[in-house]
């Protein structure tokens, strides 16, 4: 079992900033991707930011030039820092991660955090 615990959602005004934090623990080998997704009512689940083992990041247009994914190798830990919020960012945010179980390395599997809510509003 994989657990993946967020954390730092919540109110903001437009232009405001949050940091979401996801430490995932459990029968992990390794992990070779983190990222967030985020699903807005009556919508799809969508990608926010995704970060790899080694790196290499990955964003959603909307989001590009005010959100930052970063990651913490050693503590299996993601974290996106939210700048210039918008309403249109209001959503439920929920940390993902692609891993290898330490009881067959050959598998990738996929975790989910229960959520966090962000709400921009004035």
């Known amino acids: 079992q994989v657990q993946l615990v967020e954390s730092g959602g919540g109110l903001v005004q437009p232009g405001g900033s949050l940091r979401l934090s996801c430490a995932a623990s459990g029968s992990i080998f390794s992990i070779y991707a983190m990222g967030w997704y985020r699903q807005a009512p009556g919508k799809q689940r969508e990608l926010v930011a995704a970060?790899?083992?080694?790196?290499?990041?990955n964003y959603a247009g909307s989001v590009k030039g005010r959100f930052t994914i970063s990651r913490d190798n050693a503590k299996n830990t993601v974290y996106l820092q939210m700048n210039d919020l918008k309403p249109e960012d209001t959503a439920v945010y929920y940390c993902?991660?692609?891993?290898?179980?330490?009881?067959?390395?050959?598998?990738?599997?996929?975790?989910w955090g229960q959520g966090t809510l962000v709400t921009v509003s004035s």
């Open positions: 993902n991660s692609h891993y290898a179980p330490d009881y067959d390395v050959s598998l990738a599997l996929d975790a």
């Open positions: 970060i790899t083992s080694g790196g290499n990041t």
